[in-house]
């Protein structure tokens, strides 16, 4: 089983979107795929798979010698957990960050009885909290982590951030997914939606040679959001994680005197 996260400090970039799309394009392929929604606070799992509301959870006694386990709930024949199955959609959260801790190792350590599985997608919160760098503490043979950004100055300075985080805790990455990367109008028509500008993702990932998987635009066009997605999903059985070494912080600034040198070159 290839354990794969997927994630962003930055929050509204399209995770969740992502992992279940990316997780029925791997069913398509043939695999034998889960889905685990470890976001507490915020579960939208259940809605991106078409539940009305998250699935009650079904202890199989028997099972872990004994111990017993909870089953997962069959999705379109994906085996699907989320943590909103706990308490509901609709409630608030107070569990402080050590229950949250509590909760997720559990769910990543024997607790669940997944069967006979290629692939499980782990559908992760935003931000570098003790709740995200225990995940990567608890998930035993992660496979790699897959970002997801979308391609705007804002999300940009997240997406560095979020490389850092990676790098500061060894975690090997399996590539970058470019959403929202453009609109397709009705008609067909490609144009950039947003007020902010548009930062080549491609040029940041060849910067860090880092994969860029794919990228996927905003259009209400189903059928090709998921040619996007089936295409990304067939990349991923060849895709070499890689691990960063190189101080991020300090290239930035390398990289930012350059600018800067080249700019007065220019005035000169």
Not at 53 to 64: F, N, Q, R, S, V
């Amino acid at each position: 089983m290839r354990k794969i996260v997927v994630a962003s400090i930055k929050g509204g970039v399209g995770k969740t979107t992502v992992s279940s799309g990316l997780t029925r394009s791997l069913k398509r392929l043939g695999y034998r795929v889960g889905y685990l929604d470890v976001d507490i606070t915020a579960p939208t799992g259940s809605e991106a798979f078409g539940l009305e509301k998250p699935p009650d959870w079904e202890l199989d006694t028997a099972a872990e010698g004994g111990r017993g386990a909870i089953v997962p709930y069959n999705v379109e024949g994906i085996q699907f957990i989320t943590l909103a199955s706990h308490f509901g959609q609709a409630p608030a959260v107070l569990w402080d960050e050590e229950k949250k801790i509590d909760a997720a190792r559990q769910l990543l350590q024997g607790v669940v009885a997944w069967r006979d599985l290629d692939w499980l997608i782990l559908d992760t919160p935003p931000s570098s909290s003790g709740e995200m760098q225990a995940l990567y503490k608890y998930i035993t043979d992660l496979h790699g982590v897959i970002l997801v950004f979308q391609p705007t100055d804002m999300a940009v300075a997240d997406l560095y951030r979020t490389l850092d985080f990676l790098k500061f805790k060894k975690v090997a990455i399996l590539g970058l997914i470019n959403n929202m990367s453009y609109c397709v109008s009705p008609s067909g028509e490609s144009f950039w939606p947003f007020l902010s500008p548009k930062i080549d993702l491609a040029a940041i990932c060849e910067n860090f040679r880092i994969p860029l998987l794919g990228e996927i635009p905003l259009t209400p066009d189903r059928k090709v959001v998921d040619q996007a997605l089936d295409q990304i999903a067939s990349r991923l059985d060849g895709a070499k994680p890689v691990i960063l070494k190189e101080d991020i912080t300090k290239r930035l600034i390398r990289e930012g005197k350059r600018k800067l040198l080249k700019a007065a070159v220019r005035r000169l």
